[in-house]
C-alpha cells in the first residue's frame, strides 16, 4: 500500500496498520454496483489506509456457501484473508480440514442460510471449529441475544465475532463481555457518543476490532470514530488491528 494512494484526511490512519474484520468481495445479486471486485476493493482499502482485510464473498452469504469459497479462493491475496462460509453439513468439516481458514462465517439468518444455533443444529460443526480455535465471524442481526448467550456458553472456547452491533447493544453486550472473554464485536455500527471510551474505560480494548462494511458503507465514518475517540494510543493500535491479528493468529505487516 503506498502513501500516496491515501486520502490526505486518512494519512494517519497508515501508522494504525489497520485490519479490518467486516469487508466482503465478488458480485453480488441484492447490493448490486456496489460490490467490488478485488482490484476495486483494494483501490478502496487504499484510499482508506486499511492494510488488511477479513473478507467473504457475496455469493456465499446469498447464494451458495460452497461456490462462494470456490470463488473466495481465486480472490484472495496477501491482503484479503478470507471467512470462508460454512454449514452444519458433514461435507463442509471435509474442506475446512483439507485448506483450514482463520475464519468462518455463519449466516442463519431466515433471508441466509436459514439454520439454527442451537447444539441441535449446529452442535457438531460449534465443536470443530472451538476445536480448531476457528474465529466465528456472525451478522448481529442473524442472531438473537439469547442465542449467542446460549452459544457462548455452550463453546466457551470458541472465538466469536459479532459485527454490527448498534447504538443500544451495550446493555446486552456488557454482561456477555463480563463473561465471555472470547466474545468480540466490530466497529462499523459501534458509533454511540463515547460509547468506545466507555467500554475501553470499563473492559479495556480486548473486545473490539475494527470493521468499515466495505464495500456497502464508506470506512470514512468508522475511522473517524476511532480517530477520535479519548483512548490511550495503544487501545487505538490494538482496535484498529492489533486485537484481530491476535485472534487469528497472523503476522503483524
Known amino acids: 500500500m503506498s502513501l500516496s494512494a491515501i486520502d ?123 476445536a480448531k480455535s476457528r474465529l466465528a465471524v456472525i451478522q448481529r442481526e442473524d442472531i438473537s441475544w439469547e442465542a449467542l448467550a446460549q452459544l457462548l456458553s455452550d463453546f466457551p472456547r470458541l472465538p466469536v465475532l459479532i459485527l454490527e452491533t448498534g447504538y443500544r447493544a451495550d446493555r446486552y453486550l456488557f454482561p456477555l463481555f463480563e463473561k465471555h472473554p472470547n466474545l468480540f464485536i466490530d466497529t462499523s455500527m459501534y458509533m454511540a457518543h463515547r460509547q468506545l471510551e466507555s467500554t475501553v474505560e470499563r473492559f479495556g480494548p480486548d473486545h473490539l476490532v475494527f470493521g468499515s462494511r466495505l464495500p456497502l458503507y464508506e470506512p470514512g465514518a468508522a475511522l473517524a470514530v476511532l480517530a477520535t475517540a479519548r483512548i490511550p494510543a495503544e487501545a487505538r493500535q490494538s482496535i484498529a488491528g492489533g486485537n484481530l491479528r491476535r485472534i487469528l493468529g497472523v503476522a503483524s505487516v
Open 8 to 130: 490526505p484526511a486518512f494519512r494517519e490512519v497508515a501508522e494504525w496498520n489497520v485490519f479490518d474484520a467486516n469487508v466482503r468481495v465478488g458480485r453480488s445479486g441484492v447490493h448490486g454496483e456496489q460490490a467490488l471486485e478485488p482490484d476495486d476493493l483494494l483501490l478502496e482499502m487504499d484510499r482508506f489506509g486499511i492494510r488488511k482485510a477479513l473478507v467473504s464473498q457475496f455469493a456465499g452469504e446469498e447464494y451458495d456457501a460452497a461456490e462462494g469459497n470456490r470463488l473466495l479462493r481465486g480472490q484472495i491475496g496477501e491482503r484479503l484473508v478470507p471467512a470462508w462460509a460454512v454449514l452444519p453439513e458433514r461435507s463442509f468439516f471435509e474442506s475446512l480440514t483439507l485448506a483450514p481458514p482463520a475464519a468462518v462465517r455463519l449466516s442463519f439468518g431466515v433471508l441466509k442460510h436459514n439454520f439454527s444455533p442451537a447444539p441441535w443444529c449446529s452442535g457438531e460443526l460449534c465443536e470443530f471449529l472451538q
